[in-house]
């Protein structure tokens, strides 16, 4: 009711201003008559209501972050080269492949159980409680798992000198064969140099060990062959 009041003073008082512009001419006596057409109330409330609806939007948003319910806001389109400078594209591209391997559910996203498996494959498995920690960490949007943004960002703090030595983040950015300190910063070194090098070392342990499992069994074959060698021996000197 008071916005509908106030919608009738503001109309009267821009009749009377354009009364008076308009020079000495008398306002006609029936002019009070169009009252009825000042009846768009409903607009006058419209910013209101409206004001009212995005502040009991918001709130209730607020309501969902808080109980770990909030749906992630994908507002604005993700580009990992501009919003992640220090990187090379040729990390990544790589980070990129590593985030797709693990996201099971192609998705989009890493959630807890592909982050636990993750974990696992890297040979730092994690706690329940420990799993949550590491998403909370870089939950951006509290939706309670990893995008590809919050997934750079793990290695950004890394990189930063951000996260905490014991950490399951930490493990993961130092157990996942990238070595953001090296090629994160302006590309002081070429990832993919590392990361063959890292092959080939990997490649010459199993080379060694595969020659050593080799040896072991030719070495058990000629013993074999010596016991039958005895064993026919002895036969002969038997009869």
Known sequence: ???????????????????????????????????????????????????????????SRRLDI?????????????NPYTEFPEFSRRLIKDL???FKL???????????MELKLMMEKLGAPQTHLGLKSMIKEVDEDFDGKLSFREFLLIFHKAAAGELQEDSGLMALAKLSEIDVALEGVKGAK???????????????????????????KREEEERKLRQAAFKELKATFST
């Open 102 to 112: 693990y996201d099971a559910g192609r998705d989009g996203f890493i959630d807890l």
């Open 66 to 78: 808080n109980e770990g319910a909030a749906r992630p806001r994908r507002c604005k389109v993700f």
């Open 190 to 216: 070429d990832f993919f140099e590392a990361k063959a090098q890292a092959l080939s070392s990997a490649s010459k342990f199993e080379a060694e060990l595969k020659a050593e499992q080799d040896e072991r």
């Open 1 to 59: 009711m008071a916005s509908e009041e106030l919608a009738r003073k503001l109309q009267r008082r821009l009749r009377l201003e354009e009364a008076e512009e308009g020079g000495p001419q008398p306002a006609p006596p029936a002019a009070p008559a169009p009252e009825p057409e000042l009846e768009p109330a409903p607009p006058a409330r419209a910013p209101t209501a409206s004001a009212d609806a995005e502040l009991s939007a918001q709130l």
């Open 96 to 98: 990129e492949s590593m």
